[in-house]
């Protein structure tokens, strides 16, 4: 899960995770994946349309009808979680014009990389036959989460992964990663830490990229001291400040350092273990953190 800045806004969506399930379809075929991004066409609809406008109930209106009435099923659970309507949306447009522009034609050009995504399921399949299929949903919301799953639908947040220099592709295959987990209600930091690693460590295998640069080149040059400063907190309560995407200025460094401890911890299992294809169905799957942490002789 990639969420920006909102710490309530991942809990409610680590919520969704367990209450949506079953609402919508799931392949094993990547070729029948549903892959949507008619949120992308609506959304720049409707922006457009807004630029005669000069009454705030006709740009309303546009926003609804164009964009939300036609919303996909993730669209519409990202507004479940994120508490928001088209008085939202049309703030967001007013107030960030020049972000949204900004990452306009990016966002258009993922509706062009359908085969593309297709080819990389295929691959997942290959390294994981088991490889289950939710829907994917490429939209557009409020700055607010760049992936994340509802239930059996993966929602990308287009406008978020662009404007941070985040590849759609790793983004996507880091979410499918998560709908394969066994363990999807982390308690713990370890939990957390292992469950984001993992789908991270899943997506760098499979694409070659990163969905978290900065915190990687961080974490590499400061490894020693961030596992010093975690390790005794492994098994306390979730602290959000290890998994946000936001900088600790206090201490002049990137956020979400806890997803690079977990793909570290992850990199060592699969070294240490001799039946390698057994140990990436076992990171995939990630049922027993905690397990995978004490075997990895991470250190």
Same mark, same amino acid.
């Given at each position: 899960?990639?969420? +920006?800045?909102?710490?309530?806004? #991942?809990?409610?969506?680590?919520?969704?995770?367990?209450?949506?399930?079953?609402?919508?379809?799931?392949?094993?075929?990547?070729?029948?994946?549903?892959?949507?991004?008619?949120?992308?066409?609506?959304?720049?609809?409707?922006?457009?349309?807004?630029?005669?406008?000069?009454?705030?109930?006709?740009?309303?209106?546009?926003?609804?009808?164009?964009?939300?009435?036609?919303?996909?099923?993730?669209?519409?659970?990202?507004?479940?979680?994120?508490?928001?309507?088209?008085?939202?949306?049309?703030?967001?447009?007013?107030? =960030?014009?020049?972000?949204?522009?900004?990452?306009?034609?990016?966002?258009?050009?993922?509706?062009?990389?359908?085969?593309?995504?297709?080819? !990389?399921?295929?691959?997942?399949?290959?390294?994981?036959?088991?490889?289950?299929?939710?829907?994917?949903?490429?939209? #557009?919301? +409020?700055?607010?989460?760049?992936?994340?799953?509802?239930?059996?639908?993966?929602?990308?947040?287009?406008?978020?992964? #662009?404007?941070?220099?985040? !590849?759609?592709?790793?983004?996507? #295959?880091?979410?499918?990663?998560?709908?394969?987990?066994?363990?999807?209600?982390?308690?713990?930091?370890?939990?957390?830490?292992?469950?984001?690693?993992?789908?991270?460590?899943?997506?760098?295998?499979?694409?070659?990229?990163?969905?978290?640069?900065?915190?990687?080149?961080?974490?590499?040059?400061?490894?020693?001291?961030?596992? +010093?400063?975690?390790?005794?907190?492994?098994?306390?309560?979730?602290?959000?400040?290890?998994?946000?995407?936001?900088?600790?200025?206090?201490?002049? =460094?990137?956020?979400?350092?806890?997803?690079?401890?977990?793909?570290?911890?992850?990199?060592?299992?699969?070294?240490?273990?001799?039946?390698?294809?057994?140990?990436?169905?076992?990171?995939?799957?990630?049922?027993?953190?905690?397990?995978?942490?004490?075997?990895?002789?991470?250190?």
């Amino acid at each position: 899960m990639n969420v +920006k800045r909102n710490v309530l806004f #991942i809990l409610i969506c680590l919520l969704f995770v367990s209450i949506t399930k079953g609402q919508d379809r799931v392949t094993t075929n990547p070729d029948s994946a549903s892959i949507i991004t008619t949120d992308i066409t609506n959304f720049w609809r409707a922006f457009d349309l807004l630029q005669n406008q000069r009454k705030w109930a006709d740009s309303l209106k546009i926003v609804k009808l164009v964009f939300i009435d036609q919303a996909s099923e993730g669209l519409k659970q990202y507004m479940k979680a994120a508490n928001c309507d088209e008085k939202q949306f049309l703030d967001a447009i007013k107030r =960030r014009k020049a972000d949204y522009l900004a990452a306009r034609e990016n966002t258009i050009a993922v509706k062009d990389k359908k085969q593309l995504i297709i080819q !990389y399921l295929k691959k997942f399949k290959r390294l994981y036959p088991a490889l289950r299929i939710p829907t994917i949903c490429y939209s #557009i919301g +409020k700055f607010e989460v760049g992936g994340t799953q509802f239930g059996n639908t993966l929602y990308i947040g287009c406008e978020v992964d #662009i404007m941070y220099h985040v !590849y759609i592709i790793p983004q996507s #295959i880091h979410e499918l990663a998560h709908f394969q987990q066994k363990d999807q209600n982390p308690v713990t930091n370890l939990d957390l830490a292992m469950i984001e690693g993992g789908a991270e460590f899943v997506s760098y295998q499979l694409t070659g990229k990163r969905t978290i640069y900065h915190t990687w080149k961080y974490g590499i040059a400061h490894e020693n001291h961030l596992w +010093k400063e975690f390790q005794p907190k492994l098994d306390s309560a979730i602290h959000m400040k290890w998994f946000l995407d936001v900088p600790d200025k206090e201490k002049k =460094r990137p956020g979400s350092l806890a997803y690079f401890i977990g793909f570290r911890i992850c990199e060592a299992y699969l070294k240490s273990h001799k039946n390698k294809k057994l140990a990436l169905r076992e990171l995939i799957e990630m049922e027993n953190p905690k397990k995978i942490f004490l075997t990895s002789s991470y250190k």
